[in-house]
């Protein structure tokens, strides 16, 4: 009986697709209390005064508190995760972020106060009664104009909204490979910034009992217990014995639900003063300005080539986007998860980059799916494929010359990852054969013939993902560990729970981790249950994000079967009075080796809840813990085709054909990586053309605040994707696996700007900034020669 | 969503009470458009009153020449019905280009039209085809009935019944959609008479226009190579993050274009 490779059909859909899920927003508490939040309407103000008496008069109104009455209570900033250094050693700058504005307000939907009611119409209602004085300050929006002398300053003590000025890499080896280098091909690139749209807005309800003096918050989070630790030690003083976070189901978070929110402190502190739970539920309109945002990158990227178009070197300079605050992982977006990545596919011998952060009048920018290696991706596939173009090489061949063969793994890059395993050459090869590659001039040809511009686009990619060793990240900047936990609790009637500090929000751990646990113990799958997403119940957790989930928490998983397996054999050995050592597990059974004696993972299970025969020194109970800090990142990497065509006269692009190969190590469960794909290539492609937040340079208002104008991929907006995968096992974890959750949402805009770029090539376009919008093309076809006029 | 009372009245009379006693009061069809903007609390009725209990306004009638369709006849309907479908195949095409299957489902005729979205795809339709719109007071016609930005010819309490619309076999809409909100970003209805053409724009402008020229040209020269020198001015289009005047107004040209050669 063995389902790991089978597309076992996703366990926690029924409960999904019936509607019986229960997502923060179900769970009511007794007596519960509704919060409203009050949002800055403008980007950049003074907070003047706030006059809440009349709305704390209002009708159901039970309190309205500001930014000062936390500060007076002690509450702390929403603290950040991880410090980055300036090339010149000193610490990036972090300014205090209170979970509500006091007395300076710094981008559209900062929160400025709480209406706490009976029901939320209530508090809504008082919410208009509220008076804030504001003393309406310019803004910046954009993070180049953001470092000019001139720009207005986010925070008074940060000099020109620098945060961190941070480097990676040999700069003088650099300098002088291109120094010889027989050409040099230079681009400059917007990595658009991007609202992340979780299906299921935010939500928290705060509850204090008064009795215990313990505190439990509900939120929409990714990881429950980084939730607990930020906001129990740093934010509310709370201690973490008295103090249980859990996320229950969540509707999808791609990174924007890993940080730790000021609603969620502002309803759990205003639970413990008022005495009673009280719940918050974003609307859509607030997620779009408080959700933190993706990307939002200004990138200058030279390659040097060698006369044999062999890559010599990589020069970037990034001006990254923080929004107006640090979120909680913010600062090793656009360093350590997006410097180290430069190398790509590629042996380039020397790489340097320097990215400088910005503060300005925005929502804060974080991870979000992919996070940094889309960016580097983009920037790394977009010159190759120029080079390619200025060279008049064919890009699928200059990447076949350039690529790291695959014999020459364990290969150390020159930006410090050091990538254990890979074939790049197999994927490329697998994309460009399913996608006929060699047949896309006819195409091109024939679609000419019906007026439209057909293109063709390759990238290639890496990831570093089964987010990491701790040391590495420590020394790095993290202020945390990222090893992951499981707890396997065999019950006497060898039925297992697994306790897992991973979390499910939509990935399928439910199915996943069971396929795991019922091969390796060789029990049914029905018995087994995984358990996620509450302090109170799991082991010490790091949840989920970067692609971490099976690679480091199903070894965990696995780390944790393995000590139940062992102590089961004590047990086993004992009861077929045989050593220990001769006995044998396999297929749910513990047998003395050579003989058909054998004991059931159950028959040994109850023995160790009813020990009346039992061996003299072991402890009763079959409930094992274990942590897995991993040996180093997993790199699934692999190879995408699309292939557009574009409509000259109107701008519309269709997208014809997607097609990807990739390397995810070995699977476990191939209908939940083909989903995992399918929603990353989604929303890659979602970038590429229609995702786009737009902020008014002027006046620092969102101006793509909701679906009537901020563009999502809908099912009709796609194609139908050909998917293969190619397996080269991970080296250092037991299960060879790797990680698919970002892969589609890394790979597909550099694809598809590649294609659009080749479709628009006869008129002589080098470049198109993301996304691609209909009106975009139409004035880059414009702006150069028609070929179908010339014909 | 402020508070507000809502009622569902039996009949037209009824409703005429209503209206009469309660200046703040609005009427409720599909809620399409009514019921995001009370959420963002951008309208304040004292009351709603639903239309859905009136079975007179709901339904298509096959009238000979012409097709009645009921003010409260769902997008849907009007997509599906074999009666338009037959005699106004362009109408049924466009009300499936309307939103998405939710949208078209909740949404009616009489609440598009009177809302009267610059962006909206019916007004189009309604002007080219010459249509005429039913109210519980007169008949109006089209091209009398969209007066401007969300603005009609509708008085206080006067509410849309029906249109009429005469079937026409040669008519086409070609919709340029927005790739976020799916309403036009410019949308062309053609429609062609045995004397005449017509030709409506939606989406371009505050409010949806005819393009004379091009109605004169193609009534000469019922071809796409007709229109194919007559440029639309950008000014007075609309200009937003999705598309510029002058975009819009290459668009207009372009969609006319195909709305012909659509026609065959
Ligand atoms: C996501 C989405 C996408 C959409 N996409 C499109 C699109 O692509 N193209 C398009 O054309 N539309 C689109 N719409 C709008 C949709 O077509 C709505 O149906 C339409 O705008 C309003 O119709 P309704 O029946 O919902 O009216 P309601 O929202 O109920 O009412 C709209 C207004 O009309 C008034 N009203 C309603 N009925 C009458 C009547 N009989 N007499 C007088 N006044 C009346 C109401 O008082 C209200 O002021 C979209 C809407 C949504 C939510």
Known sequence: MTTVGAPVRRREDYRFLTGQGTYTDDINRPNQLYAYILRSPHAHARIDGIDSAAAAKAPGVVAVFTGKDMAADGVGGLPCGWLVHSKD???????????????????????????????????REAADLVEIDYGEEPAVVDPAEALKPTAPLVFSDVPGNLCYDWSLGDLAAVDAAFARAARIVKLDLVNNRLVPNAMEPRAAIGEFYRATGEYTLFTT?????VIRLLMGAFVLHIPEAKLRVVAPDVGGGFGSKIYHYAEEAIVTWAAGKLRRPVKWTAERSESFMSDAHGRDHVTHVELALDADAKFLALKVSTIANMGAYLSTFAPCIPTYLYGTLLAGTYPTPAIYVETKAVFTHTVPVDAYRGAGRPEATFLLERIVDLAADELGIDPAELRRRNFIPADAFPYQTPVALQYDSGDYQTTLEMATSAADYAGCEERRRAAMARGKLRGIGIATYIEACGIAPSAVVGSLGARAGLYESAAIRVHPTGSVTVMTGSHSHGQGHETTFSQLVA??????????????????????????????????????????????????????????????????????????????????????????????????????????????????????????????????????????????????????????????????????????????????KATGQLLTGSYNDYAMPRADDLPSFRLSTHATPCTHNPLGVKGCGEAGAIGAPAALTNAIVDALRPLGVRHVDMPATPEKLWRVIQQHRSPLAAE | MYEFNYHKPASLDEIANLLAANDEAKLLAGGMTLLPTLKQRLARPSDLIDLAAITSLRGITDAGDAIVIGAMTRHAEVNRSPVVKQGLPALAAMAGMIGDPAVRNRGTIGGSISNNDPAADYPSALVALNATVHTTKREIAADNFFTGMFETALEPAEIVTAVRFPKLQIANYQKFRNPASRYAIVGVFV???????????????????????????????????????????????????????????????????????ACG
């Open chain 1, 89 to 123: 050693g000193s610490p990036m700058k972090e300014p205090p972020h209170p979970p509500l504005a006091i007395d300076r307000v710094r981008h559209v939907g900062d929160p400025v106060a709480v209406v706490i009611g009976e029901t939320l119409a209530q508090a």
């Open chain 1, 221 to 225: 989070s990714q990881n429950p217990h």
């Open chain 1, 519 to 696: 091969d390796r113990l060789g029990i049914p799958i029905e018995n087994v249950e995984i358990v996620h997403g509450d302090t109170a119940k799991i082991p010490y957790g790091m949840g989920t994000n970067g692609s971490r989930s099976l690679a480091v928490g199903g070894t965990a998983i696995v780390k944790a079967m393995d000590k139940v397996i062992a102590k089961g054999k004590k047990i086993a050995a004992h009861l077929l009075e045989a050593a220990e050592a001769d006995i044998e597990f396999a297929d749910g059974k513990f047998t003395v080796a050579g003989t058909d004696r054998s004991k059931t993972l159950g028959e040994v299970a109850l023995t160790a809840y009813v020990p009346h025969n039992y061996p003299e020194d072991l402890e009763p109970g079959l409930d094992e813990t274990a942590f897995y800090d991993p040996k180093n990142f997993t790199f699934p990497s692999g190879a995408y085709v699309a292939e557009v065509e574009i409509d000259p006269e109107t701008g519309r692009l269709e997208i014809v054909n997607f097609t990807a190969a990739d390397d995810f190590g070995n699977i476990i469960n191939p209908m939940i990586v083909a989903g995992q794909v399918h929603g990353g290539l989604a929303q890659g492609i979602g970038q590429a053309v229609l995702e786009g937040c737009v902020y008014d």
């Open chain 2, 191 to 261: 429609a062609r008479f045995p004397n005449a053409v017509r030709v409506a724009v939606t989406g371009a402008g505050p409010v949806v226009f005819r393009v004379p020229e091009m109605e004169a040209a193609l009534t000469q020269n019922f071809s796409p190579d007709a229109i194919k020198d007559i440029t639309i001015k950008e000014d007075g289009l609309n200009s937003d993050i999705h598309a510029s005047a002058e975009y819009r107004a290459h668009l207009v040209g372009v969609m006319a274009r195909r709305a012909v050669a």
